[in-house]
């Protein structure tokens, strides 16, 4: 039977448009990237909307709390720029009593970092955007104070949050009864709504140098942390250059360190001197990809810090000879554990934008684990992220916590390029399952030829150590792949735990191909994700 009789068909349909095509984590947001391209807005300009709503939809994986970066292709250029909008530590951050302790806090005000996402909003607007910031943040105002039906996937992550004792801003901010709301239910949130009209009418500094900074740091001054004035108004995104590679002759590009992404092209890299094309339901080949990642994601936790404060060996690590010394390393028959960090799940989301023009926006945000630190500034209803909780405390390692350093990040964003024409803008949630998914995906499309709905349905896999028990790294297999590539990937030495069909933890993957003038979008049906176009 030939490869493509056994490879997974998808579920939902394309979603096909000429004229704009928005992929988001959530429907209104999609609803509301697509209406401002209707307007005569750009792919930027949808971008701020979407990620707004996004806000007030998911505020357990993003919002204003968070970081932000983006991958930008601007036709008129014809270059893909990358947007670093992530935040720095306290200047008078106590490093000597971090390094007292065991481990860096997990949750609190002392994991959280400067935010980034506003001002990467007005960053990228000031560079691309045509309408007003104020138009573009009235979807997600409207929504947080009138409310929306609530998700069953966010209600279920506001009662599973309520279990890790938050901060009792947190619970008035979310659970105000003390319990959860329930599925379809109307969600309101009137502070953030609030916060939203004043980064409308105020702009930048609104959030920077306005209440809402005092907000912050009162509430980092009554629970022992470090944020100052000063820390948010000196707050700044930069541009920078993405990291890219070649896999079966389409060029992929991701975000550089800071982030992760260097772990998916090194294991595109591995993985590209195998045969993948093969039998799609084979053990083999799933295993060649695993350990793919194993040695890609130890080069990552060597290498991924602050640029500032760090210059990783790019050139050497995104190198094919490099990529043929790791690759030697794999045996095809027996998995292999080195030694690697712990693995975190995350909450992340991420959207991606084609407008008419052929503008394209390829953008992840987070507040990292689900709502982040668990504390939220009075009356901002605002969730502040906890991505300081990726420092190291080991004074040896690249990154290691420091004032004003930003911290090592796993959200990435991605775009494919066959020759000069961009033809996929791609990314997904999940924490340290973010690159897994980028190599299985542009594996299912470039080496199986699957349509991008299809490749991001197909079942995935998930290695490291992110099940309940933290039992050491294992190898986390969606029950679609069947008992008998369980049982030969057993054979073969790796720790196998199979889970459901179509399982959160495996990540929300959006997209959107672009094939000449017609666009086509494509949502993860494992999380709310819904792609929108015309």
């Known amino acids: 039977m030939s ?74 250029e ?7 909008g992530s935040g720095r530590t306290p200047a008078a951050t106590d490093v000597a009593l971090l390094q007292s302790g065991a481990a860096m806090p997990q949750r609190g005000i002392r994991s959280v970092s400067v935010p980034g996402c506003v001002d990467a909003w007005f960053t990228m607007h000031e560079a691309y955007g045509s309408l007003p910031v ?39 901010t979310y659970a105000p009864q003390g319990r959860a709301p329930k599925a379809g239910s109307r969600f309101v949130q009137r502070d953030l709504a609030r916060s939203l ?27 022992g942390g470090w944020f100052t004035l000063e820390d948010l108004a000196l707050h700044s995104s930069e541009w920078g250059e993405p990291i890219q590679t070649e896999y079966r002759g389409y060029t992929i590009f991701e975000t550089p360190p800071n982030t992760q992404g260097l772990a998916a092209l090194i294991g595109l890299n591995i993985m590209e001197g195998f045969a993948m094309g093969g039998e ?64 975190h799940p995350g909450g992340t989301t991420y959207f991606a934008i084609v407008d008419g023009h052929g503008n394209i926006v390829s953008c992840v945000q987070s507040l990292f684990q689900g709502f982040g630190a668990l504390v939220v500034p009075e009356g901002t209803g605002i969730s502040l992220h906890n991505r300081g909780s990726y420092f190291s405390l080991d004074p040896s390692h690249p990154n290691v916590i420091a004032p004003g350093k930003r911290p090592f990040h796993t959200l990435i964003a991605s775009m494919v390029f066959k020759g000069d024409r961009p033809v996929l803008a791609f990314g997904t949630m999940g924490g340290d399952g973010q690159p897994q998914t980028h190599m299985q995906v542009f594996s299912n499309l470039f080496d199986h030829g699957m349509d991008l709905q299809e490749a991001i349905e197909a079942p995935r896999w998930l290695h490291g150590d992110v099940g309940p028990q933290r039992a050491g790294a294992r190898l986390y297999l969606e029950s679609r792949f069947g008992e008998k590539v369980a049982h030969d990937l057993r054979q073969m ?21 672009i094939d000449g003038d017609l666009l086509i979008g494509a949502a993860d049906p494992r999380g709310d994700g819904y792609a929108l176009g015309w």
Not at 10 to 30: D, E, K, T
Not at 53 to 72: E, H, M, R, S
Request: hydrophobic share 45%; proline share 6%.
């Open 3 to 76: 490869s493509s009789r056994l490879r997974p068909k998808r579920h939902r349909p394309l979603v096909m448009g000429y004229h704009g095509m928005v992929a988001s984590a959530h429907p209104l947001a999609s609803l509301a990237g697509v209406d401002v391209l209707r307007r005569g807005g750009n792919a930027v300009d949808a971008a701020i909307a979407v990620n707004a709503v996004l806000n007030v939809t998911q505020p357990g994986a993003c919002g204003i709390g968070g970081d932000l970066f983006a991958l930008i292709y601007w036709a008129k």
């Open 78 to 84: 014809g270059r893909v720029r990358f947007l670093n």
């Open 134 to 172: 104020a138009e573009l943040l009235a979807p997600a105002i409207r929504l947080a104070d009138q409310g929306f039906p609530i998700s069953d996937k966010m209600a279920a992550a506001i009662a599973a949050t309520l279990k890790l004792d938050p901060h009792p801003s947190w619970t008035a």
């Open 197 to 223: 009209t004043l980064i409308a009418e105020g702009g930048r500094d609104a959030f920077y140098k306005g209440p809402i900074a005092r907000a912050i740091v009162d509430l980092s001054d009554s629970l």
């Open 280 to 343: 799609w339901l084979d053990a083999k080949r799933l295993h060649l990809q695993i350990e793919a990642k194993k040695l890609a994601f130890a080069e990552r936790d060597r290498h991924v810090a602050d640029p500032a404060f760090y210059q990783a060996p790019l050139e050497r690590l995104l190198s094919k000879s490099y990529a043929s010394e790791l690759r030697s390393r794999i045996d095809p028959e027996h998995a292999v554990d080195p030694e690697e960090v712990q693995p």
């Open 493 to 513: 030495g790796h720790d196998v735990v199979v889970v459901g069909p179509w399982e959160d933890v495996m990540g929300h993957a959006q997209g959107v191909w």
